[in-house]
């Protein structure tokens, strides 16, 4: 991994949790991306609750019924997200049908941003022109540090017809918030991220007002509940939707709705996970507004393959199930009990 700074702190590797469901023959695969902070969840606990969830040898006439049965369930977030994916994609497999094809998602592909990490204006300038020259043409900056203005200035006089996303986590007090959207709009960036604290919501409300710019919030939403009562207070403009928060695909369907419903914009993101969580969130490409799923470029060894971005653009992949597998010159590690 390179190393990967946000408002939040720096990541230099982490580790996910690959859930295997076998059915009848078929082995289907679901990550889990628990992150603390986001998610309430530890790998470990991740762990635990997979492996206490009982049930009979999965079949592939109940494979649907046991994923919807997950999906219902009490499992956190991350962990309910990769075992519902894993039923997914195994019966996928089993009938030759991509994830798209069994969530009843349109067929699409749409242009994802690349996260530049926080840092010094030189640092973010080099990165962004390692990206470029893969062909990313959508930026998106960490920001919520000592450099904000600077960088975006520079960023700026070095790709003027770019788009260019930030995002804050949360960093920004209100006051600070509004002179950076200020700037923000005078450097025409496409959209800001979770400007502010989570629960700072009428302050939120109250930017989203103000400023043209689309505010759209990340933490401050896991799960289609969260969605109504945010759209119900006029928060923001749009969300950013991720499998890891919100449970699976099926919850994060569910969220689409409610937000297409009442106009509000909608993005797709990503934890730090690999091909695999990354294609699974693929599968909603033709459903989106905006696309962030790019972590699978962060990583120096791909763990599943079958997955890629080239030039940036993310496609729903054609399947079957979530359309990657394990890459069998990296073994994955056993979990210890
Ligand atoms: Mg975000």
């Given at each position: 991994l390179r190393p990967f700074v946000i408002a939040r702190g720096t990541t230099n590797e982490f580790a996910n949790l690959v859930v295997r469901v076998d059915l009848e023959g078929e082995a289907g695969y679901g990550e889990a991306a628990p992150s603390g902070k986001l998610t309430g969840e530890s790998l470990r606990e991740a762990a635990t609750e997979i492996l206490k969830w009982q049930q009979?040898?999965?079949?592939?006439?109940?494979?649907?019924?046991?994923?919807?049965?997950?999906?219902?369930?009490?499992?956190?977030?991350?962990a309910r997200s990769a075992l519902v994916v894993a039923y997914?994609?195994?019966?996928?497999?089993?009938r030759g049908r991509s994830l798209r094809a069994l969530l009843n998602l349109p067929e699409g592909r749409i242009e994802s941003s690349i996260t530049l990490s926080l840092g010094p204006t030189a640092a973010v300038l080099a990165e962004a022109?390692?990206?470029?020259?893969?062909?990313?043409?959508?930026?998106?900056?960490?920001?919520?540090?000592?450099?904000?203005?600077?960088?975006?200035?520079?960023?700026?006089d070095q790709y003027p017809d770019r788009r260019i996303r930030v995002d804050a986590n949360e960093a920004w007090t209100?006051?600070?918030?509004?002179?950076?959207?200020?700037?923000?709009?005078?450097?025409?960036v496409e959209l800001v991220e979770q400007p502010l604290p989570r629960d700072l919501l009428d302050e939120t409300a109250e930017l989203a007002r103000r400023f043209d710019i689309p505010v759209i919030v990340d933490e401050a939403?896991?799960?289609?509940?969260?969605?109504?009562?945010?759209?119900?207070?006029?928060?923001?403009?749009?969300?950013?939707?991720?499998?890891?928060?919100?449970?699976?695909?099926?919850?994060?369907?569910?969220?689409?709705k409610v937000l297409r419903d009442h106009g509000w914009r909608v993005m797709m993101g990503c934890n730090l996970e690999s091909g695999l969580g990354i294609a699974a969130a693929a599968a909603f490409a033709g459903a989106l507004d905006y696309a962030d799923l790019d972590a699978h470029v962060l990583l120096a060894d791909q763990p599943f393959v079958g997955f890629s971005t080239p030039g940036g653009v993310v496609e729903a992949p054609e399947g079957p199930g979530v359309g990657v597998r394990p890459n069998p010159t990296l073994l994955l590690e056993p979990l210890q009990r």
């Open positions: 009979k040898p999965a079949t592939a006439a109940r494979a649907l019924e046991d994923a919807e049965h997950v999906a219902g369930g009490h499992l956190r977030p991350a997914l994609d195994a019966l996928g497999h089993r022109a390692a990206r470029d020259a893969e062909g990313w043409r959508v930026f998106k900056v960490k920001l919520g540090g000592a450099y904000d203005e600077e960088v975006l200035r520079a960023l700026r209100p006051d600070v918030a509004a002179q950076r959207l200020t700037l923000l709009e005078r450097l025409e939403l896991y799960d289609s509940g969260d969605a109504l009562s945010l759209i119900e207070r006029d928060v923001a403009d749009g969300a950013n939707i991720k499998l890891a928060k919100c449970g699976g695909p099926w919850e994060a369907r569910r969220i689409v």
